[in-house]
Each structure stands twice: as structure tokens, then as C-alpha cells.
């Protein structure tokens, strides 16, 4: 842990200093002195967050935790990291009572830039579920952004080091309705409030920041804007406008999505042609087996509905036709023996389980159809709008039929729970929670007509997980948004274009790209 060095009057001196006056005469500083104005503000607040540290806290329970524990830099190739972790209430809204997690974030920026007076960004993942990104080196969108900015990666609650729920931690709480009511503390509601806990801790005078939410980052970010706007510089959102329909809207998003899926699996065998015999062969082999499917290496079991789930990957992001058409190659075991029995080969059965990735983050299928959900239950929508297409998403009659089989998409389907073994344990809270009527709301319409935050979006006309048609439904309600539709990239856009694409969104707002 940082330790404080200098005389207690100092200290003291620098927390009561009036940073209202030093805002004021910012603007009539030189760049030398500005420059030097900034690194006294940061460690100014280096030293509030130690003395904070240094004061000890105690939990419901009485147990002893800090608010803001920050460590000490460190470097990967062209960055500067830092890790903050912070204890946040489980429960916003019943502060004193609630139990503590953690939050884990990462302050990034630009090696050379260390003492530079830049503005604040928070990067929001995708999801729901999966943690930021790990920095390896400066690419990609990271080093486009740092150019500019300080970057946060925040880790979501309940993922990444952000307290998370894996399918071991999860089963500390033995009860199914305990675990899901626990579990409805873990939206875009409860991230936000997370988000603006930290904004005022580590931004110098607690100043707005801009936001970069991709996919399901980017429902977040509409949640911060309906709620929280105050802490918004600016937003960028890629590939992420959710529906804000009062009730459920996860019916409306399946039935929408539904004929993109078809359109992509089309897409898909007319590339690879030869691939439509050989998933056919795979869907047969399954059906006929015993108990319907094979086991897999983790203990569940691949079944024809399972196999249609890899589509969640390969059909909507960038190489995703070539990552499945070359999974499917090596779909079979060689005959070594003559009369050896046919076999699914064990590189694939692996392969198909790194896909799905439950095992890591389980929180993706637990809690998907609840992002869509305000006052109304989700009632398994996925499940339901796929039975009004079960004649062209049958696989087994399908391949009986002579007929392509059509993968799936971004859907969560109840008998998952019996089928990944990851999941098993939580199919009781999974239910619990698509029977929850009861969920507070996720957006404020009023909020979003009335909209002062600028905002630019990145909207992929063929994205099969976020609907074209239902995104510029949304945008329309959102005052002041600026959209950028294009087809050149897919919804993994801000991964596959490096800079690109968050420097076309910044230029919309910084007055680079024209209104028309």
C-alpha cells in the first residue's frame, strides 16, 4: 500500500485547499504551469483517497474494510496502469443496512502523458457478465483513446476482480431465493451507481466524465444517461442502444432478431457450402446417441440444440464464419482402426466448450433476459419467440429433412440449465428470476427526450445481437444523439477497427465530421 511521507500540517494543508479557487485561475496559467497545477490536483487526491484508506471501516457485520485502496503504477508496453479497488454498497438503496462488495478498475494512460492535465474515460464491456479487457500492450482503441484521455476500465460488479460470481463463489448462498435476490443487485442500475461512486472518488475535483459503453456497455450508458447525467462529459456508445420500452422488451428484441439470424446462417453455408452436410452429419450423430447428446469434457453434455448455440459467436463478430467453418473441420476423429466406431473429436468438444464460456461467466445466461426487463418478467422470452419458429430452428428434423440447420443467436434457453454443467447448480434462481415481475426501472424516457449529455453512436446495420431497426426506435427518443450507421464493420466494430472507430465517434462530437 502507498504511504503518506510528509508533515501532518502539509497534509492537511493540501486536503483544505479551495480547488473552486485553482479552477478559477486555471484558464489564465501557462501550459508549464497548468501542467503543474494538474499533478498537484492528482496528488491531492493520491493523498484524500490514502487518508480515507488510513481511517478504519467497518461493514454490517463489523468487519474492518476501506472505501478506496489504489495501487502503485506499473507498466505494460506504451502504458501506465494503475489498480484501484473500492467498497461499494451491494444494495444502493439501503446503504446503511447493505452487506459490501468490491469494484475493481483500472486507470490507464499513455507512457509520456503521466503528468498531462487529460479528461477522464470510462470504458463499459460489454456483456452482461464479462469483465474489461486485460492491456497487454498500447493498440487498438485503448491507444487511440489514451491519446486524449485518462482511461478507467472498470470491472462490472460480480466479474473480473469486481467481486465475482463464479459457479464456486455463487454457491456459498445455499438458498436459490437468497442467491436470486441477491442477484437482482447486479444490473445496469446497480453498475451505474458503481460508476459515479468511483467518478468522485478518483477524478480530480470530481469532475464529469466521458463514457464509451460497448454492446451491452453501451445499455449502460443509456441507463447513465437517464439517471446519473451529471456525471457525463460525453458518450460514446458502440453497437449498444437497448429498446426502453416500459414492461419487458426481451420479447420484441427476439422477435426481432430472429430474421437477422436467418439471414447470417444464409450468409454463412453460401461461404462455406461444404459446412452444411458435415453440421448435419454432427446434429444425427448427437440425436442418435445415448441421452440424445455426448458428454463433455466438463461433465455436461452437447446435444443438436446445444451444437445450434455456437452461432452466439460465429455469426455475428468479426471472423466468426472462419473460426466455426474451421471448428467444424476437425468435427470428427480419424478411423486409425478399421472398423473403429465414428467419434465427435475431443479438439472439438473442447473448442465448443471455449466458446460458451459459462464456466467463467456464468452471470452471462443467469441474468440475460433481466437487462430487458422493467416491471415485467421475462418468462423465458427466448424460449417462447423460438417455439413461433421451431419449423425452421428444428435441427433434428432438419437434418432429417435434408435441410441446412440454422444456428441460434444472442439466447438463453431454460433447458441450459440442465445441459452446462456450469449452469445446473443456479436453474432454481434462474427461474426465481424470470418469474420476477418486480424489477425497477432501467431507463427514464422523460430524462432521454430532455437529453443535454452529447452523444454519438456507432450503429452496425447488420448487427444480429443489437437490432438495427429497434436501435433508431430508441435514438429517436434520445435527445441530441448523433448516429453513425454504416455496414462496413460488425458488432465487434471497436475490437476489429482498432482506433477507427472511436475516433469517428469522437470527431462527430468534437466538430471533426460534419452535421451532414
Not at 446497480?190 to 468511483?198: H, P, Q, T
Not at 458502440?238 to 419487458?248: F, S
Request: some cysteine; charged content about 20%.
Amino acid at each position: 500500500m502507498l504511504k503518506i511521507h510528509a508533515p501532518p500540517i502539509l497534509i492537511k494543508a493540501l486536503l483544505s485547499f479551495d480547488l473552486s479557487f485553482s479552477s478559477s485561475i486555471s484558464a489564465t496559467l501557462s501550459p508549464l504551469q497548468s501542467a503543474r497545477l494538474h499533478r498537484f490536483r492528482l496528488r491531492r487526491t493520491s493523498i484524500r483517497a490514502l487518508v480515507t484508506m488510513s481511517v478504519p471501516k467497518s461493514d454490517s457485520t463489523g468487519q474492518s474494510m476501506t472505501e478506496h485502496v489504489a495501487g502503485n503504477w506499473y507498466s505494460v508496453p506504451g502504458l501506465r496502469l494503475r489498480d484501484h479497488r473500492f467498497m461499494v454498497p451491494l444494495d444502493y438503496k439501503n446503504r446503511e443496512a447493505s452487506s459490501k462488495i468490491s469494484i475493481f478498475a483500472r486507470e490507464i494512460v499513455a507512457v509520456g502523458r503521466e503528468e498531462q492535465p487529460m479528461p477522464y474515460l470510462l470504458y463499459l464491456q460489454g456483456g452482461p457478465g464479462f469483465e474489461c479487457p486485460r492491456p497487454t500492450e498500447a493498440s487498438g482503441w485503448i491507444l487511440k483513446a489514451c491519446e486524449e484521455f485518462w482511461v478507467v476500465l472498470m470491472d462490472q460488479r460480480g466479474t473480473g476482480l469486481s467481486t465475482p460470481l463464479t459457479p464456486s463463489s455463487m454457491q456459498q448462498i445455499k438458498s436459490a431465493p437468497k442467491l436470486a435476490d441477491y442477484l437482482t443487485h447486479f444490473r445496469a442500475d446497480s453498475i451505474v451507481n458503481d460508476a459515479e461512486f468511483i467518478r468522485v472518488r478518483l477524478v480530480p475535483e470530481a469532475r464529469p466524465w466521458s463514457v464509451l459503453g460497448q454492446s451491452y456497455g453501451g445499455f449502460c450508458g443509456v441507463t447513465y444517461l437517464s439517471f446519473a447525467p451529471q456525471g457525463l462529459k460525453q458518450v460514446l456508445l458502440t453497437g449498444g442502444i437497448p429498446p426502453i420500452g416500459d414492461g419487458c422488451t426481451a420479447d420484441s428484441v427476439y422477435r426481432a432478431c430472429f430474421e437477422q439470424i436467418i439471414h447470417q446462417n444464409e450468409k454463412y453455408y453460401k461461404r462455406f457450402p461444404q459446412d452444411i452436410e458435415i453440421v448435419r452429419d454432427v446434429v444425427t450423430f448427437l440425436a442418435e446417441s445415448e441421452a440424445g447428446g455426448v458428454p463433455l469434457p466438463s461433465g455436461g453434455i452437447l446435444t443438436p440444440r446445444g451444437l445450434q448455440f455456437l452461432g452466439l459467436s460465429g455469426l455475428g463478430s468479426s471472423a466468426g464464419f472462419e473460426r466455426l467453418h474451421y471448428m467444424f473441420e476437425r468435427a470428427w476423429d480419424p478411423i486409425l482402426v478399421p472398423g473403429a466406431p465414428k467419434q465427435i473429436s475431443s479438439y472439438f468438444l473442447n473448442t465448443y466448450e471455449n466458446w460458451v464460456s459459462f464456466d467463467t461467466n456464468p452471470l452471462y445466461a443467469i441474468l440475460h433476459e433481466s437487462i430487458y426487463c422493467q416491471g415485467a418478467s421475462s418468462r423465458w422470452s427466448a424460449h417462447r419467440v423460438r417455439a413461433d419458429h421451431e419449423s425452421k430452428f428444428n435441427a433434428i428434423k432438419a437434418a432429417k429433412e435434408g435441410r441446412p440447420v440454422l444456428f441460434t443467436g444472442e439466447m438463453i434457453f431454460p433447458w441450459m440449465f440442465d445441459e452446462v454443467k456450469a449452469l445446473r447448480p443456479f436453474k432454481e434462481a434462474t427461474q426465481l428470476l424470470a418469474e420476477k415481475e418486480d424489477w425497477p426501472p432501467l431507463y427514464d424516457v422523460t430524462a432521454l427526450n430532455n437529453n443535454k449529455v452529447p452523444v454519438a453512436a456507432a450503429v452496425y446495420y447488420e448487427d444480429m445481437y443489437v437490432n438495427f431497426k429497434l436501435v433508431k426506435e430508441t435514438a429517436s427518443q434520445i435527445a441530441g444523439i448523433r448516429l453513425w450507421i454504416t455496414n462496413e464493420y460488425m458488432h465487434s466494430g471497436l475490437r476489429d477497427g482498432g482506433g477507427q472507430v472511436f475516433d469517428h465517434l469522437m470527431g462527430m462530437l468534437n466538430g471533426k465530421k460534419p452535421l451532414f
